[in-house]
Nanobody, 123 residues
Framework: QEQLVESGGGSVQAGRSLTLSCAASGYAASSYCMGWFRQAPEKEREGVAA????????FYAYSVKGRFTISLDNAKTTLYLQMNSLKPEDTAMYYC????????????????WGQGTQVTVSS
């Protein structure tokens, strides 16, 4: 059974850091691309970062480039999102996702989704 389980969310002050983790199992663990998305209240879901699981190429939304880093462990079963210099506008539910095909530079479509982990950044 394909499964993605996020962890690591929480409440922090602006300027601090958080690292999100996503444990992948089943087919999701052998996907072509994996990514992080977020959705703030009353806003559409947006892509934050993505990584190609075979080549390791990474892609970032402009709003997080230089502050967030996406990575995948060698076993390709745990996806990470290191978030530095957090801002109040980063407050959202963060979702891990996986897709069976590329290109990873595009934000859709993704086939598997986690339940999300909340990140709240206060000023």
């Amino acid at each position: 059974q394909e499964q993605l389980v996020e962890s690591g969310g929480g409440s922090v002050q602006a300027g601090r850091s958080l690292t999100l983790s996503c444990a992948a199992s089943g087919y999701a663990a052998s996907s072509y691309c994996m990514g992080w998305f977020r959705q703030a209240p009353e806003k559409e879901r947006e892509g934050v970062a993505a990584i190609g699981t075979f080549g390791g190429t990474t892609f970032y939304a402009y709003s997080v480039k230089g502050r967030f880093t996406i990575s995948l462990d060698n076993a390709k079963t745990t996806l990470y999102l290191q978030m530095n210099s957090l801002k109040p506008e980063d407050t959202a539910m963060y979702y891990c996702a996986a897709r069976r095909s590329g290109p990873c530079a595009t934000w859709s479509p993704y086939d598997y989704w986690g339940q999300g982990t909340q990140v709240t950044v206060s000023s």
